[in-house]
């Protein structure tokens, strides 16, 4: 059956992705439909939810790879990197700084539980960071992928939209934006503007997941003791 599972699952995900490029409709976006239509098939089909993770537990593996991976995109830009590493690095870290805080708030706004706030508070870098980033705070890695998912999702639709109103015109600054905002699905939509969007988008979806595993070391734990026990 794991081989069922893992096949059944790149299909439906390549049929999303097929559905999106065709239609572009944000509902259709791989992300999204390709969950909905697996959790609709593992019902039908009265499989658990346990036994599916387990059965396609390596293609979860596969995420280890793919955060090495990481590094190829920061050495193919290093000189873009070196000319503007003080605007990435600066805009980036307000960037984790704006996610970060404004997910506490709108948490505690609408008196979530313990588990549900510190799964939140990676929910703006990519999904392969975001679970390291949720197991070492405590959280759950599950519902932060849940976060990351739905994060990704409204950053890509609402994005250009922002962009546009904001007369945001220059490469870097519509690319960071993208990446910081909507992680890889941002840059999924920078590669529709241009090259140059793209690969700034890249860099700072790479230095956002980098700067928010510093901020769960130290930043995020102070956080969550400020006012723990008024959490329960």
Avoid at 24 to 35: K, M, N, Q, R, V
Avoid at 113 to 133: G, H, N
Wanted: proline share 4%; glycine share 8%; charged share 10%.
């Amino acid at each position: 059956m794991m081989i069922v599972f893992c096949i059944v699952t790149y299909l439906i995900y390549r049929f999303s992705k097929m559905a999106y490029g065709k239609w572009s409709i944000s509902l259709f976006h791989p992300l999204l439909l390709a969950p909905i239509l697996l959790i609709v098939l593992i019902s039908v089909t009265n499989v658990s939810a346990n036994q599916y993770l387990n059965d396609t537990k390596w293609l979860t593996n596969l995420l280890g790879p793919a955060t090495v991976a990481f590094a190829v995109p920061i050495y193919k830009n290093l000189a873009i990197i070196k000319k503007y590493i003080g605007t990435i690095i600066i805009s980036i870290t307000f960037g984790t700084l704006v996610a970060i805080f404004s997910s506490y708030g709108l948490s505690k706004l609408l008196h979530l539980k313990y588990d549900f706030i510190i799964s939140i508070l990676p929910r703006s870098i990519t999904t392969p960071i975001a679970i390291e980033v949720s197991k070492e705070i405590g959280g759950l890695p599950t519902l932060t992928t849940v976060f990351v998912i739905i994060t990704g999702i409204v950053g890509g639709v609402v994005g250009p939209t922002v962009i546009k109103s904001l007369s945001i015109k220059t490469p870097i600054a519509k690319g960071l934006a993208l990446g910081m905002g909507a992680h890889g699905v941002g840059t999924n939509k920078a590669m529709e503007y241009g090259k140059a969007e793209a690969t700034f988008s890249s860099l700072a979806m790479i230095f956002a997941a980098l700067i928010t595993l510093i901020w769960g070391a130290f930043l995020i734990p102070s956080l969550m003791n400020l006012n723990i026990h008024h959490l329960f």
